[in-house]
């Protein structure tokens, strides 16, 4: 079965860093796109990073640009995210999502999440 699980979460902070895993099963996870979500109380659910198949790009929300870095081990079938200098906005349960398939990727919702792992950046 598809299964996605988060680890890395920590207490860390302002400008401190963290790195997030995403370990994934059931599936070839290299075929597909993952995404990064987070949600917070109160706050709107957000991605904050979505990685392609393929040629690996990816896209980020303007909130964490030049401050978080998505990447893959393919071998591994890992989704890594790379969390530098944290702000208190930060703090939000992260998760790993499956997106779409190819060249679809970070295109299509997602169809499968892992439980989450929190970050907190105190103020």
């Known amino acids: 079965q598809v299964q996605l699980v988060e680890s890395g979460g920590d207490l860390v902070q302002p400008g401190g860093s963290l790195r997030l895993s995403c370990a994934a099963s059931?599936?070839?996870?290299?075929?597909?796109?993952i995404g990064w979500f987070r949600q917070a109380p109160g706050k709107e659910e957000e991605e904050v990073s979505c990685i392609n198949p393929n040629d690996g790009s990816a896209d980020y929300a303007e909130s964490v640009k030049g401050r978080f870095t998505i990447s893959r081990d393919n071998d591994k079938s890992m989704v890594y995210l790379q969390m530098n200098n944290l702000k208190p906005e930060d703090t939000a349960i992260y998760y790993c999502?499956?997106?779409?398939?190819?060249?679809?990727?970070?295109?299509?919702?997602?169809?499968?999440w892992g439980p989450g792992t929190r970050v907190t950046v105190p103020s």
């Open positions: 999502a499956r997106r779409g398939y190819g060249a679809r990727g970070c295109l299509y919702s997602r169809d499968n």
């Open positions: 059931g599936f070839r996870m290299s075929y597909y796109g």
